[in-house]
């Protein structure tokens, strides 16, 4: 299936030296990232459209006042690289569109214990009544958020056409989801803590997020029509 997005692509570019007058590109910013779109007119209602977008952000933080103190490296990114038919029911901006596409949204992240953890009381001294355990003997916690699949349908509506119109600028709106099926969640440790990120042991937090089956779409931009 990844393979059609490049041949979509560049069969909007070919087609697009014989047909100018019915191609269009666009630029976007929305839930899914920051990209590019070119779209084809195939008649005055329908057109076939091609999307990439995407964005990426990491983080460190640390805490210097909790008991222990943690730090935390973390990256996110997100993005989309989909093939969509939008219809224009009454022949103006409106339109309709449904399609298929990747929904690169990920997310991990790092955390490590900065001080020794007391298992029992700590002594006034500082000291420990008890267990103590180094942050090397914890270990670093790994998390990830991901989908099983990357391959998702998308439905939605939206505003502007980049394969038919008079005007060279238009305005693009969309509003739509992709359903994605639910996230899950992993995580490892190479510590103490190990045996607590088993399988068996993330189902509790695995079916929490059992409900959050869409991935809401919402972006504008601004089209150029050749």
């Given at each position: 299936m990844r393979a059609l997005f490049p041949i979509l692509f560049a069969s909007l570019f070919f087609i697009?030296?014989?047909?100018?007058?019915?191609?269009?590109?666009?630029?976007?910013?929305?839930?899914?990232?920051?990209?590019?779109?070119?779209?084809l007119g195939l008649t005055g209602k329908l057109n076939l459209r091609g999307h990439f977008s995407t964005f990426s952000y990491g983080y460190t933080e640390s805490t210097t006042d909790e008991d222990p103190n943690l730090t935390v490296d973390g990256d996110a990114s997100l993005g989309a690289m989909s093939a969509f038919l939008d219809l224009h029911p009454f022949g103006n901006s409106f339109r309709l569109s449904a399609g298929v596409g990747t929904n690169n949204f990920d997310v991990s992240a790092t955390g490590r214990a900065l001080d020794a953890v007391c298992f029992?009381?700590?002594?006034?001294?500082?000291?420990?009544?008890?267990?103590?355990?180094?942050?090397?003997?914890?270990?670093?916690?790994?998390?990830?958020?991901?989908?099983?699949?990357?391959?998702?349908?998308?439905?939605?509506?939206?505003?502007?056409?980049?394969?038919?119109?008079e005007s060279l600028i238009t305005v693009l709106f969309d509003l739509g989801v992709f359903y994605t099926g639910s996230p899950e969640i992993d995580l490892d440790n190479d510590g103490l803590f190990r045996p607590t990120t088993e399988a068996e042991n993330l189902q509790v937090l695995n079916d929490g997020l059992e409900s959050f089956k869409w991935y809401p779409v919402l972006s504008i931009g601004v089209g150029f029509r050749l």
């Amino acid at each position: 299936m990844r393979a059609l997005f490049p041949i979509l692509f560049a069969s909007l570019f070919f087609i697009s030296t014989a047909s100018a007058q019915n191609i269009g590109f666009g630029l976007r910013a929305g839930t899914t990232g920051v990209g590019a779109e070119v779209g084809l007119g195939l008649t005055g209602k329908l057109n076939l459209r091609g999307h990439f977008s995407t964005f990426s952000y990491g983080y460190t933080e640390s805490t210097t006042d909790e008991d222990p103190n943690l730090t935390v490296d973390g990256d996110a990114s997100l993005g989309a690289m989909s093939a969509f038919l939008d219809l224009h029911p009454f022949g103006n901006s409106f339109r309709l569109s449904a399609g298929v596409g990747t929904n690169n949204f990920d997310v991990s992240a790092t955390g490590r214990a900065l001080d020794a953890v007391c298992f029992g009381d700590e002594l006034p001294d500082g000291g420990c009544d008890g267990k103590e355990f180094s942050p090397e003997k914890l270990g670093s916690l790994k998390g990830s958020v991901s989908y099983a699949s990357s391959m998702h349908p998308y439905m939605g509506i939206g505003f502007g056409s980049l394969g038919n119109g008079e005007s060279l600028i238009t305005v693009l709106f969309d509003l739509g989801v992709f359903y994605t099926g639910s996230p899950e969640i992993d995580l490892d440790n190479d510590g103490l803590f190990r045996p607590t990120t088993e399988a068996e042991n993330l189902q509790v937090l695995n079916d929490g997020l059992e409900s959050f089956k869409w991935y809401p779409v919402l972006s504008i931009g601004v089209g150029f029509r050749l």
